[in-house]
């Protein structure tokens, strides 16, 4: 059954109203053709990259489609799943006036943005085995709540939520329900993607900086009802995903053969940096991961987080979030940097 949802008595009224920047190549979006472009200020002198790039980012969008099996009219782009979040919030979020719903511990994004953009936070603390509290959630928001965080899997935690319980929230919430989808590549569940139709009220982001190995080029993709990707077309930055992105972009969605075989190396070495970590006295806990990294417990964080750095190792100390007292996060690197690893932790103190 299709939940009942106003959009646009969600969007803030200013951006309701407004009238989006109309950039010069919106009217002549074939570049390609024989046009002799006067229009937009450019240098005329070819080198591959004077002109501005498609502000739809038209080809790229294709080849998405094509491979997700969506409609080109809901994919949006941005500068990184960052600046689709940030997008996210300047459309529907009043400053100082709503709120968004948080699930720590979680992606210390969607609190920063938060904060950026003058929202109030409701935050809600997952179970104790990192799954949201749907009761809770649902008592502590209010009406102008107008966005709900859920990151599956989840970073830090590496877990992913479990479908009947994302399914009763996406049910329940009046607001928008955004799932981050960051580490789906990795996961044994099915994206949400393949429910957008059913839940008017969600929105998917996905991105290209784990599996896909480009955290260099800043390509983050929302997935949504045409009606959203409307409304976040409006206010996006004309030109925000650059030429280069795109062509690289392209090519690397065309090359699905050795991104998957890079996703099930990463997997293998997951699982076996995982039997290697059991062996490890001062390792008290690791927790299941549905992801490119492992959440671990030791004796003492900070302390064997100094040591790791000691040894050349960079790890992320996540000890200060909550429920996650003496964890730290740890990246599946490749074969010889694991090994690397795995040495070091072995070398270390077995207690303190
Ligand atoms: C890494 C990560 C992202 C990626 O952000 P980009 O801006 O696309 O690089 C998004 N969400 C979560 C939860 C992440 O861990």
Known sequence: MKTMID???????????????????DDFKNIDSDYVFLDANENPFNNGLNRYPDPQQNKLKAVLSG???????QILLGNGSDEVLDLIFRAFCEPNEDSV???????????VLANVNAIKTIKVLLTEDFQPNVKAILNAVV???????????????????????????????????VIDEAYIDFSTQESWLNRLDEF??????????????????????????????????KIKPPYNINELTQQKAISQLQNTTEVQQEIKTILEQRELI????????????????????????????????AQLIAKD???????????????????????????????ALKNLKPSL
């Open 101 to 111: 719903a948080l699930l720590p511990p979680t992606y210390g994004m969607y609190e």
């Open 143 to 177: 009406k102008t709540t107008k966005l709900l965080f859920l990151c599956s899997p989840n970073n830090p935690t590496a877990n992913s939520f479990n479908a009947s319980v994302v399914e009763e929230l996406l049910q329940s919430f009046h607001g928008l329900v």
């Open 67 to 73: 491979l997700k099996q969506i409609s080109k009219e």
């Open 313 to 343: 190792v960079v790890v992320r100390n996540r000890s200060k979030e909550p429920l996650c007292d003496n964890c730290l996060r740890i990246t599946v690197g490749n074969s010889k940097e694991n090994q690397y690893l795995i040495r």
């Open 274 to 305: 995982l039997k290697e970590l059991k062996d490890i006295s001062f390792i008290q806990k690791i927790y299941p991961s549905d992801a490119n990294f492992l959440l671990l417990q030791v004796d003492d964080a900070n302390e064997r987080y």
């Open 200 to 233: 008017p009220n969600l929105i998917v982001t996905q991105t290209l900086s784990k599996a896909f190995g480009l955290a260099g080029i800043r390509l983050g993709i929302c997935y949504a009802s045409k009606e959203i990707i409307d409304i976040l077309n």
């Open 7 to 25: 959009i646009s008595k969600l969007v803030r009224p200013n951006v309701m109203a407004l009238k989006p920047y109309s950039s010069a190549r």
